[in-house]
């Protein structure tokens, strides 16, 4: 069961429903609409209905029955067949299903509402609430022109809407930004173009640049790739690049994509002096800001493009509690830490992929061939039963089975994997962006956005997939069949006309998971400018935290009160986030970096302009290479930058230390094992 609705504001609503027994009709209607109803399960029946919808669908020589988007791809008959076929094994391998139906519900769109729930997202509540809190004003204080502009037009809609509304008085907008009217024009502003970044004003060539693969990230093709190669750059925030596009400019109609691997740029991502860095690399607490920056930023980003950021408004999400298939991740992933403690990936999900990396990645046709659906039945049956008792036999099961478990088990998520709230995000950034590296560019906010279940889960299931294309000479799975397979599975729903858009989807959600298994190392690196805003927001917020404390008379009177107690003199400003052994003055530019697993548990060490992050590493090797614990020998140990403007940081080998320390001085060192 699916519904649109559209409330003043014209914002689509989109609901999904991942695949389970109740809403097969739903599914026959959608997908299968013009298929001969059949009651026969066998393989040739299902493939014969696949080849005819397929011929029905594609074919060129009749005038077409809706207005061609650019979504829509110059797709061969077998992608096309790859696609519908993944579509009716996924109809048929629940029909004899017994399970209830997960259920998400949708509360309808209010006006004023939607710029409301943005602003809770971006963690500006206080902006709503008007309180005065620190972490809203720390936000605020950091935001670049383009950011600070979607803020403000996004508070100035929902402030008109509550004054139509005659409800509580607002604050003005001009509290908040400083600015003299309270009706700004939010059209972006032009800036000088950046080429590194991708963007290239109207009329102007592209400029390409030829770099070498030495310190940076290389994302991109290893045969038949184009001998130019693209530089990324994450200095500068993606919207602040972005030029104002002409009024008269349109959208090229009827955009084709090509299924060839040689048809992708190559992008490579120059590290700074910072480094780069990973999703894992930082603190929840500090993930939790980058996810509200990263969301401003997309809408500054697509407002910037002119494309409407439409997102799905889901009230509750229904699901089991207990069990593997149908389960929350969240859930999944607290039953499961129960027994190994800071896993981050469901057991079930590893077990599959590792089941699969082992034997079946050249395997002919895997993902693409299904499996016996009542072999899979009982699989499914059995693996619920014994699953935790580690009494399941992983010998019986086939590959091509092992392959439908893993498929089964991402549609059967309550919610899914890319978050139902985006889902429209991610079609979006295919149907009104044309070019690749701003596609790219959207596609990597948007995985900044990601509940940390759900990135780290699909952050293993591209990994799996880029093996499995890896593997293409003997399983016979380029990218593109990969992707056409994959993609029923994470980003089927239903419109209005379900089996013209979703012949249009095929070609754009397939696309999208090529990007997302081509350029995942991008993805999962996170933008330096984010991280340049989070450690301004840090700041910001410590410095608000001094000022009310000085005039807090409660405080300063209990601190002299212990001050007195303990008979000694008030510590400097700033110690307390420093253990005993860092408290002693040190001379500019040296740090003291802390080892607690090494026989040296510390060591003062001199910067300079060409010290990097693994040169301490190495020292602490060196003079430690025969007092270390074994088993510590056996870890990855990486240097970690502590407090002061960061929460915690995992420093990127070939990062500059000078550099770093300079834009956090006030910052602990510590050497200890990379989080998994």
Known sequence: MTMEMKDSGSVVLTAYHPHSPARIPGMEQSFVQDIPPSHSPASRKSVSRCRRINRMLSNESAPPAFSRSNSQASMDST??????CEVESIKESREDGSEEAMLLEFKPADEGELEAEWLQDVGLSTLISGAEEEDGQAL??????????????????????????????VRDVRDIFGTSDSSPTFETVPVSPVSSNGIQLPGQKPVWKSVSSKSCLDCGIDKGSPSI?????????????????????????????????????????????????????????????????????????????????KRNRVERVRGRENGLFGVPLTVLLENDQKKVPGIKVPLIFQKLLLKLEETGLE????????????????????????FYDDTFDWDQVRNNDAAGLLKMFIRELPSPLFTVEYLPAFITLVEKISKIKLQLQALHLLIMLMPEANRDTAKAFLQFLKKVVANEGKNKMNLWNVSMIVAPNLFIYKGKRANQQEMQAAATTAHIVRLLIRYQDILWTVPSFLISQVRKMNEAAMNNSK????????????????TMERERPERPEGAVTFP????????????????????????????????KAKDILARFHCEN????????????????????????????PDAFMLDVYRANPQAEWVIKPKAS
């Open 79 to 84: 992608s096309m067949e790859d696609f519908w």
């Open 140 to 169: 605020l204080s950091t935001l670049t022109r383009t950011q600070a502009a979607a803020v403000q037009k996004r508070y100035n809609t929902y402030t008109q809407t509550l004054r139509k509304k005659n409800k509580h008085t």
């Open 229 to 309: 190669t693209e530089e990324l750059s994450y200095e500068v925030s993606f919207s602040e690049s972005i030029t104002v596009l002409p009024k008269t400019q349109e959208w090229p109609k009827n955009q084709r994509f090509k299924k060839e691997d040689s048809a992708l740029p190559k992008f490579i991502v120059r590290k700074s002096r910072f480094g780069l860095t990973e999703v894992g690399d930082l603190s929840p607490e500090d993930m939790k800001k980058i996810r509200y920056l990263s969301l401003i930023e997309l809408t500054a980003f697509y407002d910037a493009l002119g494309v409407e950021l």
């Open 363 to 386: 395997t002919e046709g895997i993902l693409r061939v299904p499996g016996s659906a009542s072999r899979v039945k009982n699989l499914h049956q059995e693996l619920e039963a014994k």
């Open 547 to 562: 000022r009310q404390l000085m005039f807090d008379k409660g405080v300063r009177k209990l601190l002299r009160r212990k």
């Open 580 to 611: 005993p052994y860092l408290q002693s003055d040190i001379p500019e530019g040296v740090i003291r970096v802390y080892a607690p697993l090494h026989s040296k548990v510390s060591m003062a060490i001199q910067l300079n302009s060409q010290t």
């Open 625 to 652: 290479s025969h007092g270390s614990s074994q088993s510590m020998r056996g870890q990855i140990q990486s240097l970690h930058e502590i407090g002061g403007n960061i929460g915690q940081h995992c420093l990127d």
